[in-house]
């Protein structure tokens, strides 16, 4: 075969394939030639272009990770009141404390995957042979972030089990500076505590709307952490931030409901069988705040329901326990200048009935005046001071100066 006859052949070959639909693609452009001008694609042509490239870059390796924060505040108390003196020779008594040392330690320990485990500090009784004080466990659960937003106004979500936060208690300690006294639900054990053990999920509203959470715990808090009881508490808290997307004073504005149902073990267990296999322990309140730190205040309204078995002829009585409360917090000098003297006032009346059946009241009164010497970090001088509306009420009364203090870190 010549070489004209082999060159001819070449070329119709080439051309065939060219030509062939699997086999077309775009043609190299030789050194110094021009492409040829654009022309209009239609579907079909479209359809056989090839394959935009996939990016291969790898993804960065997860890498488990972890924090530590700190929180610890407590006071110097002098309590002057006639009940502490008449058990003391007529003499006030004083005392130094560290009322909480929080040690927090949070991680992710895969994509989604978290935990979070808070010590706390209590002082044991002297009956436990070791009156100081000594660590506790106050936290400590894992995490599961189910949905993400990917923008600050979608949706998001996450669930915990282990010892997690209850329904309403640690929330309202974001508007009511804790370090000062315990929140009213707490102080009043409307709540039992603002921690338990148990399951929860928490969902973020879209547009900054809010939260809704629920929770599934023993419903005795964490100071009990054997609870044989086979009831369960079921709590569901829904917070509203109407001003969620604003940037003044009232981005934090929150209106909050909540409800808990539980019951705890009946002791009479060998009763009529017209008892009920549980007596009822139920609790809700309503609350409003703001969180603002020039203009933080809230108001608390709670009741508490529960039922107790009567000892002399075993019948079932019905409680309700019912809390009011309100405090505000302002720093006068950072309105006009975020920089300004962090000096500020704490104002809180508490008004409690523990039986709606009797009509005795107990009010409580903090005042205080703070300064901020960092951020979380400051020192207050407080006056506390409870009071009963009847000589028959099972509270003493309590006056109480303090010298109070906290730092974070």
Known sequence: MTNRTISSFAVVLASAFAAAPGFAQTPSLAAGATAPAAT???????????????DSTPKPEFKPSWNFSAWIFGAYNYQTDSTTKAVNNGNPTSKFTVDRAYLTFRGMVAPDWGFRVTTDVVTLGSGAGYSGLTIRLKYAWMQWDFAHAADPNDMSGFARIGQITTVAIDNEERFWPRWI??????????????????????????GKWGNAYFVLDNGTGYSVANDADRYKDAALRLSLTPM???TGLWKTLELNGWYQVGRSQN????????YKAGLENNSYGVFLGNADPRFQFGF?????ITQSVKASDSSIVDNTAKLTDGFVVVRPFLFNDPKGTPLGVILRYDTYQGNTNVSTKNHLF??????????????GISYQGQTQASPSSPLADKTIWQLNYQITF
């Open 366 to 379: 903090i005042a205080t005046l703070f300064y901020d010497v960092a951020k979380s970090s400051s020192l």
């Open 267 to 274: 002791t009479f267990a060998t009763g009529p069988g017209a």
């Open 40 to 54: 209009a694609t239609t579907p079909d042509s479209a359809s056989k272009q090839p394959a935009a490239k996939q």
């Open 244 to 246: 969620g997307k604003s």
């Open 181 to 206: 006294q315990k929140t009213g639900l707490e102080y009043w054990a409307i709540q039992p505590s603002s921690a338990d053990l148990g399951a929860g999920a928490q969902l973020n509203l879209p």
């Open 300 to 304: 608390d309204y709670a009741e508490r």
